[in-house]
């Protein structure tokens, strides 16, 4: 494999000493049974130096046997004792040098049974979502989809830190070790097939090489990119991304807004924290809405998404709902808020009769 980059696929590990430790023990069970059945039955056998067949004489045979070397100096004389050998003993020699050569099988096994499932693995592998870093930033939005339903097979990660990756597998994603900036590594990550990409490399000026890379391997590919300067967005903007996130601005904001007023700070982190309290989404309009002003719709609605166009809920424009709209609303999770304060479901209920605050 290109040691420019690798793929991780997720499984269950055994540490090879254990694996080691395993075997020892096994092949040492069926060599002390097979001892067993020789001595038991050492009158039947018959030894070329003296005639009689002592412990040492069974553990002798026993080892010779197992390895099928086989001298012939000791051997069954009675219709019993080849029967036992024919039973017993050969099923318990095929065994052992099952055990024997099963650390060198599973060497040489290991790499096609490994090209096996990548090969599996990319052929199932359509409409996931590419997370290129793996640290705060991406680990977040990776649990934050994981909470809206998204499984982890549908999600790949691209770093290129061996124990970032290494630390994705064990957590159940798959990875891909590289430079996402370039062509190659995106492409083993099946950019070309993927429904969107996050970038949250720890650069802005990698951030923009792979949303350059990534747009030209998928036109058709949702990008959406986290900087930590705020000039920097309108270039990941040209560069094609579709959402950019500043997270050193947003950061700030959010320390202004908890100084001016902690409660809406609370609201704020509860909103951006899918699976508890409160939460914000974006859905198409049901059939039941369709027709209906947006103060009339169940959940809270914040903004109608008509075509490429943002309206506010006080908009004019906004209603009444199309079939084609999507509209991004507040609606409760369905576990509930630890503090059970925040975001309870009277004051956020929508009515038509109370216009929601500027």
């Known amino acids: 494999m290109n040691n420019q980059y690798q793929v991780l696929l997720p499984r269950s590990e055994v540490s090879p000493l254990r694996q080691v430790v395993r075997r020892i023990l096994a092949a040492s069970a069926v060599l002390v049974l097979t001892v067993l059945l020789v001595y038991l039955d050492r009158d039947e056998y018959n030894?070329?130096?003296?005639?009689?067949?002592?412990?040492?004489?069974?553990?002798?045979?026993?080892?010779?046997?197992?390895?099928?070397?086989?001298?012939?100096?000791?051997?069954?004389?009675?219709?019993?004792?080849?029967?036992?050998?024919?039973?017993?003993?050969?099923?318990?020699?095929?065994?052992?040098?099952?055990?024997?050569?099963?650390?060198?099988?599973?060497a040489l096994t290991d790499r096609t049974r490994e090209q096996w499932r990548l090969s599996r693995w990319r052929s199932q592998l359509r409409d996931h979502t590419v997370v290129v870093g793996f640290g705060t930033k991406g680990r977040s939005a990776a649990r934050t989809l994981q909470s809206t339903g998204v499984s982890r097979d549908r999600l790949v990660v691209v770093d290129p830190n061996h124990y970032v990756t290494e630390a994705a597998k064990r957590e159940g994603f798959a990875a891909v070790m590289g430079d996402a900036t370039r062509s190659d590594v995106l492409s083993r990550a099946e950019v070309g097939r993927a429904k969107q990409i996050v970038i949250a490399t720890q650069r802005d000026d990698t951030a923009v090489l792979v949303s350059l890379t990534a747009r030209q391997l998928n036109p058709r590919l949702k990008i959406v990119v986290a900087v930590r300067e705020e000039e920097n967005a309108q270039l990941l903007r040209q560069s094609g991304a579709d959402s950019v996130i500043t997270s050193a601005s947003a950061a700030g904001r959010l320390l202004g807004l908890s100084v001016l007023s902690p409660n809406a700070s609370s609201v704020m982190e509860d909103l951006i924290q899918q699976g508890?309290?409160?939460?914000?989404?974006?859905?198409?309009?049901?059939?039941?809405?369709?027709?209906?002003?947006?103060?009339?719709?169940?959940?809270?609605?914040?903004?109608?998404?008509?075509?490429?166009?943002?309206?506010?809920?006080?908009?004019?424009?906004?209603?009444?709902?199309?079939?084609?709209?999507?509209?991004?609303?507040?609606?409760?999770?369905?576990?509930?808020?630890?503090?059970?304060?925040?975001?309870?479901?009277?004051?956020?209920?929508?009515?038509?009769?109370?216009?929601?605050?500027?």
């Open 276 to 358: 508890t309290g409160l939460s914000l989404n974006e859905r198409p309009v049901t059939k039941a809405e369709v027709g209906r002003q947006p103060r009339d719709v169940e959940d809270l609605v914040v903004t109608v998404v008509r075509g490429h166009r943002l309206l506010g809920y006080d908009d004019p424009e906004a209603g009444p709902l199309k079939s084609t709209d999507r509209i991004v609303v507040i609606h409760r999770s369905p576990s509930p808020h630890p503090g059970g304060t925040v975001g309870t479901p009277d004051p956020l209920k929508p009515r038509p009769d109370r216009p929601l605050p500027e």
């Open 47 to 106: 030894d070329n130096a003296d005639g009689h067949v002592s412990f040492l004489d069974a553990v002798y045979y026993t080892t010779v046997t197992l390895s099928t070397t086989g001298y012939g100096d000791i051997a069954p004389v009675s219709d019993t004792a080849r029967l036992i050998n024919i039973l017993l003993i050969t099923p318990l020699r095929v065994l052992f040098l099952i055990i024997l050569i099963g650390t060198t099988l599973e």
